[in-house]
């Protein structure tokens, strides 16, 4: 960990910067319709904090907000178009992407959504239906 656990994130020109501070709830791999086409790839990498852990440090003003559901608020940097994190207010968590996060030791440990994968990751991890039974999900496993 470095500078008391908090990480630095950022979109991709540097508009808009934040930290993360603590330990995340959750890391993993979501393999979602919603994920990939917002992420326009085939899976996203996920962590989750609670989001008090979260602080805009800078830009606040460029960051752009859009929700096709009461679930998501997907928030991204309107200079840029870089995506910065998804706050899911039902579940009290912000799932900042993995890749946005400075020197942070990504480490997850599921697969959530994988009966709709579009890319087979055969790693191990457990792999989750839709989500776990605490999320709201049904908690069935399914083949890796």
């Known amino acids: 960990m470095n500078d008391a656990d908090t990480y630095h994130c950022q979109c991709f020109c540097g508009a808009v910067k934040f930290t993360v501070t603590g330990k995340p709830e959750g890391m993993g791999y979501c393999h979602c319709e919603s994920c990939r086409r917002w992420s326009a790839g085939p899976v996203n990498a996920f962590t989750l904090w609670k989001p008090d852990a979260v602080t805009i ?3 606040t003003d460029h ?3 859009y929700n096709n559901t009461e679930h998501s608020y997907r928030k991204w ?10 706050e899911h207010p039902g579940l009290g968590l912000t799932d900042v992407y993995a890749a946005v996060i400075s020197d942070f030791q990504y480490d997850p ?3 959530v959504h994988y009966s709709e994968s579009k890319l087979p990751m055969r790693d191990g991890l457990p792999k989750m239906k839709d989500l776990p039974k605490e999320m709201g999900g049904s908690g069935v496993s399914v083949a890796e």
Not at 77 to 86: I, S
């Open 57 to 59: 440090t800078h830009g």
């Open 63 to 65: 960051i752009g907000t």
């Open 77 to 86: 940097c309107r200079d840029c178009g870089g995506h910065l994190f998804t």
């Open 109 to 111: 440990c599921v697969h």
